[in-house]
C-alpha cells in the first residue's frame, strides 16, 4: 500500500504517522524528543525514529514509504530543507531534509511545525474553505501560520508567523529569542503554567489546573489568567492590524480549555480594535494531530509536484 512518513517533532514530544494517499493514517506512533540531552541527541533521534517507521512500513504495507514530511519548530528554511534555528531544543543550521534523505532513500519534505499544522487546519479542518486566516498555536512557545485557499506563506527567509516573538511587554521577562517582553513569555501554555505554580505555591500545576482554578472562581487563578490573556490580545491585535485576516484560528495546549479562553479573549480582543475587523476567533479542529496530518500533506505534495515534473518533461 502506498504511504508516506509523516513527522511532528515538538519541543517535547515527536508524533508520527505513516500516511496513505488519501490522507488517511495507517499506523501512528510517539517518542519523547529527549531535547534534555541536547540538541545532537534530538536529530539523532528523529533520524532513528524516521527509520524505524521506514521499517515498520516496509514489513506492515507492502513496501517502505515513498516519501517524508517532516514539521519542527523554530526557524525553517523549507525551501533549502533546514532547520535554521529552535529555542526550545536548542539546534542551529541543521540540514534535516538532506540527513533524512540519506537515512531513508526517499524525497523530504522539511516544514514548520505551527506552519505545517495551519497548512492542515487550512485544507480539512477549521480554515476548510476560508480565503484567508490567521492560524496561531498556544503551546509550549507560540507561533502562527498565515494562509487561506489550502496554502500556507513562509515568508522570503522563512520567518512568517513568529507572532510568539513580538514584543508586547518592553523590558519584561527574557525569552530565548534574546529579546525581552515577548508574548511566548506570557501567554504561551508554558508561560500559564509557570505563573500558576509560582501563584499557587505548588511546583507541579500546569496551565490546565489554572484553567479549572479559574472555573472555579479563584481570585489568584483568574489574575493569572486576565494577564495572560490581556497579553495574548495585545499580541493578536497587532497580527490582525498587519494581515487582516478573515478568520482567526486558535489551538495548541491552552485553547483546550476552551470557552475559559475563548470568552475572555474574543471580549479583550473586541476592547483593542478601532478600525481593525474583528475576525471570528474559533478553536482548531484537528487538536494536537494538526502537525503531523500537515507533515503527511508535505510528503503526499511533495509526490506530487515530482509526479508533474516527471509528466512535463
Known sequence: MRHAIALDVGGTGMKAALA??????LYRARRDTGREQGPRAVVAGILDFAAELRAYGAEHFGGPAEAAGVAVPGIVDEAHGVAVYAANLGWRDVPLRELLSERLGVPVA????????GLAEGRVGAGRGVDRFLFVALGTGIAGAIGGDGRIEAGAHGFAGEIGHIVVRPGGAACPCGQRGC???FASAAAVSEAWATASGDPGADAADCAKAVDSGDPTA?????N???ALADGLVTALTLLDPRT???GGGLAEAGETLFTPLREAIRGRITFQKQPPVVPAALGDGAGCLGAGLLA?????STDRSEVAT
Open 248 to 250: 482567526l484560528i486558535i
Open 228 to 230: 495572560a490573556v490581556n
Open 110 to 117: 522539511l516544514g514548520h511545525d505551527v506552519r505545517t499544522g
Open 300 to 304: 503526499w505534495d511533495l509526490l506530487s
Open 222 to 226: 483568574l489574575a493569572v489568567w486576565r
Open 20 to 25: 496513505g494517499r488519501g490522507g488517511e493514517v
Open 183 to 185: 508574548l511566548e513569555r
